[in-house]
Nanobody, 123 residues
């Protein structure tokens, strides 16, 4: 069982930056693929970023070059650095974990989810 707790959300102006953190419980954090997803009102959950145990990363085109995912296995924490934020980035951001080895952006591949943190970008 893995428990995930996100933090770092808030209100920011367009063009600004935020860094989200996700603290994970459990002794096997380093072996998990970690992901970030987001969901805006009335929309489906959307893939944002993922990082493997070997620090390979995956991003959709919508955030590539603006968002960076990283992990600190010693702290059982994964981060999402978000730069050049746009109003369309407004959503609840979720951290997710899966024990597999495949880097994936499919929500169904992730077994564990946090409660989410709200990010609001004002234009």
């Amino acid at each position: 069982q893995v428990q995930l707790v996100e933090s770092g959300g808030g209100l920011v102006q367009a063009g600004g930056s935020l860094r989200l953190s996700c603290a994970a419980s459990g002794r096997t954090f380093s072996s998990y693929v970690m992901g970030w997803f987001r969901q805006a009102p009335g929309k489906e959950r959307e893939f944002v970023a993922a990082i493997s145990r070997n620090i390979f990363t995956l991003y959709p085109d919508s955030v590539k070059g603006r968002f960076t995912i990283s992990r600190d296995n010693a702290k059982n924490t994964v981060y999402l650095q978000m730069n050049s934020l746009k109003s369309e980035d407004t959503a609840v951001y979720y951290c997710a974990a899966q024990p597999g080895a495949t880097l994936t952006g499919r929500p169904g591949d992730y077994n564990y989810w946090g409660q989410g943190t709200q990010v609001t970008v004002s234009s």
